[in-house]
């Protein structure tokens, strides 16, 4: 058995306990976040486990300017925690941990509703989820939403350009099924429906004060986050 099954295994128990205020699955649609404490997630999620795993994203993002329209490169590293292999029916946690993020005060005076969709695998049955840390989000309370198979973190905002903003980790308790392989990756679909997204408010020459513009971001194919063995 792996190091990461054995971390998997010892968690049973106390996910059983930690899950208990956990918002089922079938009834979590278009809900708030579950009431986990962050101890909880935390142990669920990345307690006993090395340190999560990097991986970037590279985007392409649609931009608007007065007079026309862009798409231009911009990237993220997340740190993913995630076993490789747990047994059949195993809870187990998942965290996503988005890099700290400074707008560049160059396009925009400040970002506001930034949203990160994660897709979260179609063969493991979704326990509860929370957020946990973060920082330099201000009076934001970061929100997700429940879309399928898909968790949508959003943080309204506003950022003020030149200073970093740090969205919180989003950790989630799954079930595995009885075989296969789970992937976690990238969510959406389009720059109509973007992985990843804010709003600015465009300091660009010909732009009145106060002028949003989108600043919506899809990768040139979905990117897998994590991948666990069921065996």
Known sequence: MTVQSKWAARLVTASIIALAGVIPAS????????????????QLATSNYPVPTPVTVNYGCYVTFPGGSTTMPYSLTFGVYSPVEVAPQQVFGVAFDPPAITPNPQFQSDVRDVTVQYKLPANARLLGYALFGGSGLGSTVPTVERIGNVLVLKAAGPFQAGVPFDLPTLGVGLRAKDGGVMTTGTGGSSVDNPSFRWTRNSVTPGDPPNTLRPFQCEPAAPVTFSSTTVD
Do not use: G, R
Request: avoid cysteine; charged fraction near 0%.
């Open 27 to 42: 009834t979590a649609a278009s809900a708030s976040p579950s009431t986990l404490a962050p101890a909880s997630v935390q």
